[in-house]
């Protein structure tokens, strides 16, 4: 009888402590964080010229290059407060970022040989999704959440300063997963996967030498952490 009573004690105690303080603000929230690239967003590019990179020549294929960078964002969650569903955790969100990438020191260092201006990668992924949130105290708590978008990736100009060779925008879809912990209901830590889709990369007009480039496909997927202030 005894052993029991612990269990339903013990049962008692874990229904009470997932629903205490479910309840999220609504509001806005800043994300700073760190980008890891990966796939043939991060892998070297092979084949490349001995004397050094020739821009508008799909010099990389599909690969990319990208080293560690970094992200800024902003993000609007709804969660419900007034209404039925407000102690469910349950939460919508809208979210920007910009992410930026630059190339690894072996890339960089062909464009600095041929006194080259070094392109960079700039990706804006715009979600919509869900998240979840448990608050085991007025301290501590941990979220998920999911959405969609699309990404908006740009690789920036490239090449001699008299005539740099520049690139178009390319659109795709995205999706983002994140899971974190939260503090005093005010700071978040949190790790997120994107899947940022398989770009075309085109140039916008004709290479340097007078030829006109095909696209070339770049998957790009990343791992961001990030520091979030909730306000």
Same mark, same amino acid.
């Given at each position: 009888?005894?052993? /029991?009573?612990? /269990?339903? @004690?013990?049962?008692? *105690?874990?229904? %009470?402590?997932?629903?205490?303080?479910? @309840?999220?603000?609504?509001?806005? +929230?800043?994300?700073?964080?760190? /980008?890891?690239?990966?796939?043939?967003?991060? %892998?070297?590019? @092979?084949?490349?010229?001995?004397?050094?990179? !020739?821009?508008?020549?799909?010099?990389?294929?599909?690969?990319?290059?990208?080293?560690?960078?970094?992200?800024?964002?902003?993000?609007?969650?709804?969660?419900?407060?007034?209404?039925?569903?407000?102690? $469910?955790?349950?939460? !919508?969100?809208?979210?920007?970022?910009?992410?930026?990438?630059?190339?690894?020191?072996?890339?960089?260092?062909?464009?600095?040989?041929?006194?080259?201006?070094?392109?960079?990668?700039?990706?804006?992924? /715009?979600? !919509?999704? %869900?998240?979840?949130?448990?608050?085991?105290?007025?301290? &501590?708590? =941990?979220?998920?959440?999911?959405?969609?978008?699309?990404?908006?990736?740009?690789? @920036?100009?490239?090449? !001699?300063?008299?005539?740099?060779?520049?690139?178009? *925008?390319?659109?795709?879809?995205?999706?983002?997963?994140?899971?974190?912990? =939260?503090?005093?209901?005010? =700071? +978040?830590?949190?790790?997120?996967?994107?899947?940022?889709?398989?770009?075309?990369?085109?140039?916008?007009?004709? $290479? *340097? &030498?007078?030829? +006109?480039?095909?696209?070339?496909?770049?998957? =790009?997927?990343?791992? %961001?952490?990030?520091?979030? &202030?909730? &306000?």
């Amino acid at each position: 009888m005894k052993r /029991i009573s612990t /269990i339903v @004690t013990a049962l008692l *105690m874990c229904v %009470a402590v997932c629903s205490f303080g479910q @309840t999220t603000k609504s509001g806005l +929230s800043i994300q700073l964080g760190g /980008i890891l690239p990966m796939g043939e967003f991060h %892998a070297q590019p @092979t084949g490349l010229p001995i004397i050094g990179v !020739i821009p508008g020549f799909n010099t990389f294929e599909q690969n990319g290059g990208a080293m560690f960078g970094a992200s800024f964002g902003l993000k609007y969650t709804y969660s419900f407060q007034n209404t039925k569903m407000e102690n $469910s955790g349950l939460g !919508i969100f809208v979210s920007a970022d910009g992410m930026w990438n630059a190339l690894n020191k072996n890339l960089r260092d062909l464009y600095d040989n041929a006194r080259e201006t070094k392109p960079m990668y700039v990706n804006v992924p /715009i979600m !919509i999704g %869900a998240s979840y949130t448990t608050q085991f105290s007025d301290v &501590f708590g =941990i979220w998920a959440e999911a959405g969609l978008g699309a990404d908006l990736f740009f690789k @920036t100009p490239e090449g !001699i300063s008299e005539r740099l060779t520049k690139y178009k *925008m390319s659109p795709e879809f995205a999706f983002e997963a994140g899971v974190g912990v =939260i503090f005093v209901r005010t =700071i +978040s830590l949190g790790a997120h996967y994107y899947w940022l889709g398989s770009h075309n990369v085109m140039v916008k007009e004709e $290479s *340097m &030498f007078g030829h +006109s480039q095909p696209s070339y496909p770049m998957k =790009i997927g990343v791992w %961001a952490f990030k520091l979030g &202030f909730h &306000f």
